[in-house]
């Protein structure tokens, strides 16, 4: 089997794969970004920053959703052709 071909019936699967590990890398960069600038921005003998981490981590999470949610639309949109197709000429899922 060609790799088109391959691609061609596990796109649904290949696409939540990649958003996946879109969504893990966006959250980890977003995250020591977030925290190398709150580190640069404190002083000594300054207070705590209080929540600013709990901020820090939703924020990096919604980044994350937010730069994976395409692509995983996009997989859920393949699958969703993929089993209407297959229904077509009879195959099961």
């Not at 699967?13 to 580190?39: K, P, R, Y």
């Not at 404190?42 to 937010?66: I, T």
Request: hydrophobic share 55%.
């Amino acid at each position: 089997m060609s790799f088109y071909r391959w691609a061609m019936r596990n796109g649904a699967q290949v696409l939540f794969v990649f958003s996946l590990l879109v969504c893990i890398v966006a959250f980890v960069g977003q995250l020591a970004l977030g925290w190398s600038a709150m580190d640069q921005s404190s002083f000594l003998g300054e207070p705590s920053q209080g929540r600013g981490g709990l901020w820090l981590v939703l924020s990096a999470l919604a980044s994350a959703l937010q730069s994976s949610g395409t692509l995983f639309a996009a997989a859920c949109i393949v699958h969703l052709l993929d089993g209407r197709a297959s229904a077509k000429r009879g195959e099961g899922l």
